[in-house]
């Protein structure tokens, strides 16, 4: 009904129709306005929000980027923070992470794995002719093999225990 007289559409609904098609801003307003509405035949109501759809899908999309950057950024703060060679005297356990959280923007801190309690993972610097930067090591499982050796009296070799 919209782009036509106000006047026309008002007569149209208090005849009374069977399918409306409207801007939800043009049904509020004869809802509120127009004397007489009749809605007891409607059968079909389409309300046409199209131009605000896309703007609300854009606004999501937007709001969604501005939400994971915020998240790695967030991640980003309490990596290098993890990382700091001062980190044992501003220990991360003792960090308020709700507060570093609301400062970037999170009414709940997001989830990030620091492994601070292992050694699994830890980065080592790399050995050998030149090479810079740091690897992965991996955790070497190693275990102890204990052999009993009988000492026979003509043996001569000590064993120290």
Do not use: W
Not at 15 to 26: K, M
Not at 124 to 142: L, S
Not at 146 to 153: G, R, V
């Amino acid at each position: 009904m919209g782009g036509s007289n106000r006047s026309a559409e008002a007569q149209k609904l208090t005849n009374g129709i069977n399918i409306f098609v409207a801007t939800s801003g043009r049904l509020l307003d004869h809802m509120q306005n127009t004397p007489g509405f009749m809605y007891k035949n409607l059968q079909c109501l389409v309300i046409d929000e199209a131009d605000r759809i896309l703007d609300l899908e854009k606004l999501i999309e937007k709001n969604y980027f501005l939400h994971k950057s915020a998240q790695e950024a967030y991640k980003s703060y309490i990596r290098a923070y993890d990382s700091h060679s001062l980190k044992q005297i501003f220990d991360v356990n003792n960090l308020n992470l709700p507060q570093v959280a609301l400062s970037f923007g999170f009414k709940v801190p997001p989830f990030v794995d620091l492994n601070v309690s292992s050694h699994d993972g830890k980065l080592k610097k790399r050995g050998g002719g030149g090479g810079f930067g740091y690897q992965k090591t991996k955790k070497v499982e190693k275990s102890k093999i204990f052999k009993h050796i009988s000492k026979k009296t003509a043996d001569r070799r000590q064993f120290s225990h």
